[in-house]
């Protein structure tokens, strides 16, 4: 049952000098609960100065909880005005780190930050993870792969997997 998480939330809530958020990222990977009972084991109820962030894909992962505790729900789109201001603003701030400038400034021709988080934007379409793997594969610069080459980019996370699984594949025929 939740009752020890309950017990830790309760303790770190009595030290924590502000509110403590608990962030549970893909419930949507979780296995599915017993009837009446939350995925993970989640408590029904928080203690005070307590919060809980739970993020989903679209779908129904419903989160009992008891009668007295408020909840609310946000829907996230890629498309969200907001979310892409905050993919804009990321990548602006991830082509400032020295070894992504650097990649840029030595990409054959050099890429302006500008066309980079314009393309790389778009190419993302709205998921941070894609950008998480991308910027990965930009900072490593492995031979074999270029990820600077901007009109060659995988579209979405699906498309990007695809490409990552064909390499692997490729590397497989190649080396047995």
Known sequence: DSAFLSRILAEAAGKAAGP????VDALDEAESPIPGRNSLLLPDHLPHGVY????????????????????????IA????????DIEAHLRN???R???????????????AER???????A??????YLDYVLADIAARESGFDPLNLDALPHG???YYAQFWSRMEAVQRAEG
């Open 20 to 23: 403590l958020w608990v962030v």
């Open 52 to 75: 809980l962030v739970v993020t989903h894909r679209p779908g129904e992962y419903p989160i009992v909880t008891d009668p007295h505790t408020p909840t609310a729900e946000y829907t």
């Open 78 to 85: 890629w498309n969200d005005p907001n979310q892409q201001g």
């Open 94 to 96: 991830q082509a400032e």
């Open 98 to 112: 020295p070894e992504i400038w650097r990649a840029l400034e030595e990409a054959a021709p050099p890429i302006p």
């Open 116 to 122: 980079f988080v314009a393309v790389l934007e778009g």
């Open 124 to 129: 993302s379409q709205g998921n941070f993870e």
């Open 157 to 159: 996370l699906k498309a």
